[in-house]
Nanobody, 116 residues
C-alpha cells in the first residue's frame, strides 16, 4: 500500500492551505480516509474524516467551519483537506489515514506551520 501526501507548508495566520492524500495498492474497499495531526508534546488527534460508503464527514470541534474534507473522484482512493482561516494552534504534522476493514494505513506526514 502506498500513501502519498502533499500540500503542507508555512502560512500566515488567516491563510489557507490544501492537503491532498492518495492511496494505491489496496486489496479491499476503503471504509474511510481522513487526516490526523500531532503537535509537539501532544497526542495525535483526528482532524477530519470522510466515510466512503456513507458519504459522511466528521470534524474535530476546533476546525469546524474552517476546514473541509472532500472526495472529488469516487474512482480514486483520494481525499483533500481545504484549510481556511488557519491559526497558530493548527501548527502540527498532518498524517493521512486510510481505514480498511480492521486495519489502518498512514502516510509519512506533512508539516503545516502557521506563523507570522
Amino acid at each position: 500500500v502506498q500513501v502519498v501526501e502533499s500540500g503542507g507548508g508555512l502560512v500566515q495566520p488567516g491563510g489557507s492551505l490544501r492537503l491532498s492524500c492518495e492511496a494505491s495498492g489496496l486489496s479491499f474497499s476503503v471504509y474511510a480516509m481522513g487526516w490526523y495531526r500531532q503537535a509537539p508534546g501532544k497526542e495525535r488527534e483526528l482532524v477530519a474524516r470522510f466515510r466512503f460508503s456513507a458519504k459522511s464527514t466528521d470534524y474535530a470541534d476546533s476546525v469546524k467551519g474552517r476546514f473541509t474534507i472532500s472526495r472529488e473522484n469516487p474512482r480514486k482512493n483520494a481525499v483533500y483537506l481545504q484549510m481556511n482561516d488557519l491559526k497558530p494552534e493548527d501548527t502540527a504534522v498532518y498524517y493521512c489515514n486510510i481505514h480498511v476493514l480492521s486495519r489502518d494505513y498512514w502516510g509519512q506526514g506533512t508539516q503545516v506551520t502557521v506563523s507570522s
